[in-house]
């Protein structure tokens, strides 16, 4: 089956640094890649959606100069949270839809655990 | 805008008794549901989509329009069916695709 790998899987980093987190498309071209985030026993809630070679549209609320997506390939899109603060510490999920698949399917990644201490 | 309601935050059932999750969408357009799974420390992975109409891992739903829901069921659960159950509806928003998740049902099927 189609698989999503994220990089890194846990990251730490000091207030005030920005971290970067890539997720790509294994095994399937993926024109649209979707940034979620997730808090501890919360359900997703979606932050962008990126397509190849376009600038992501954001979700009301979800400050677009803050986190920084990157869509230049079909099969890598990268997340950057600039200057970073605790209360962004969270899950972040990427998810990728399959360009050929039939029906409206997404395939998700594993998650990156970020903790801004 | 499209809402999904997952009305249960935990159920516990069980080994061998009937389980359902419930699941209720609110979408002007027509909708496409799923309902994804997401096993201890797993990735989210899709369980079954609306469409398709089978039955995997002995789960079924069916949309129900007029109610407006998209219950999981199966008759008969299983210790190994312990997992975070989320409803997701499907749709087209502005020139945009978007997936959006209930809440969750935690489902313990205890022994």
């Known amino acids: 089956g189609a698989v999503v790998s994220q990089h890194p899987s846990w990251v730490i980093c000091k207030s005030g640094t920005s971290v970067k987190i890539e997720c790509r498309s294994l095994d399937f071209q993926a024109t649209t890649m979707f940034w979620y985030r997730q808090f501890p026993k919360q359900s997703l809630m979606l932050m962008a959606t990126?397509?190849?070679?376009?600038?992501?549209?954001?979700e009301q609320g979800v400050e677009k100069d803050k986190f920084l997506i990157n869509h230049a390939s079909l099969t890598l899109s990268t997340l950057t949270v600039t200057s970073a603060h605790p209360e962004d510490s969270s899950f972040y999920i990427c998810s990728a839809r399959d360009l050929v698949g039939t029906g409206a399917e997404q395939y998700f990644g594993p998650g990156t655990r970020l903790t801004v201490t | 805008a499209q809402r999904v309601t997952q009305p249960e935050k935990l159920l516990s059932v069980f080994k061998g008794a009937p389980v359902e999750l419930k699941c209720n969408y609110s979408?002007?357009?027509?909708?496409?549901l799923f309902w994804y799974v997401q096993y201890s420390r797993q990735r989210l992975q899709l369980l079954l989509r609306?469409?398709s109409r089978e039955s995997i891992k002995g789960f079924t739903a069916d949309l129900n329009k007029g109610e407006t829901s998209f219950h999981l069921k199966k008759p008969f659960a299983q210790e190994e069916d312990s997992a975070m159950y989320y409803c997701a509806l499907a749709a087209f928003w502005g020139s945009n695709y978007k997936l959006t998740f209930g809440k969750g049902t935690l489902l313990t099927v205890n022994p």
């Open positions: 609306h469409i």
């Open positions: 990126s397509n190849e070679g376009s600038k992501a549209t954001y």
């Open positions: 979408y002007s357009g027509s909708p496409e």
